[in-house]
């Protein structure tokens, strides 16, 4: 059974930071690409960033602020996110894409108050 659980989610003031966890079942390797995504209320999921192959993938709203790692001995990916702001606030959900299959995990909330 694949598994992708997310953890690090929670509550912080503008200008603050947490770090995402994505702890990934060895079974759903190897795969084109992992990456983390977020859905703000009443909006549509959107790409935040995305790790493949030979590249590193950012929305331009994040660029400069995330930083997404893999841990390929964890089998763990990770979302540092710092300077926090409250367009951020959404459900982060991790992906990870195994030739044309899309694997998601169950989102943890973030909330960044102003």
């Known amino acids: 059974q694949v598994q992708l659980v997310e953890s690090g989610g929670g509550l912080v003031q503008a200008g603050g930071s947490l770090r995402l966890s994505c702890t990934i079942s060895?079974?759903?390797?190897?795969?084109?690409?992992l990456g983390w995504y977020r859905q703000a209320p009443g909006k549509q999921r959107d790409l935040v960033a995305a790790i493949t192959s030979d590249r590193i993938n950012y929305a331009d709203s994040v660029k400069g602020r995330f930083t997404v790692s893999k841990d390929v001995a964890k089998n763990t990916l990770y979302l540092q996110m710092n300077s926090l702001k409250p367009e951020d606030t959404g459900v982060y959900y991790c992906?990870?894409?195994?030739?044309?299959?899309?694997?998601w995990g169950q989102g943890t909330q973030v909330t960044v108050s102003s």
């Open positions: 992906n990870a894409r195994r030739f044309e299959t899309d694997y």
């Open positions: 060895r079974n759903i390797f190897p795969v084109k690409a």
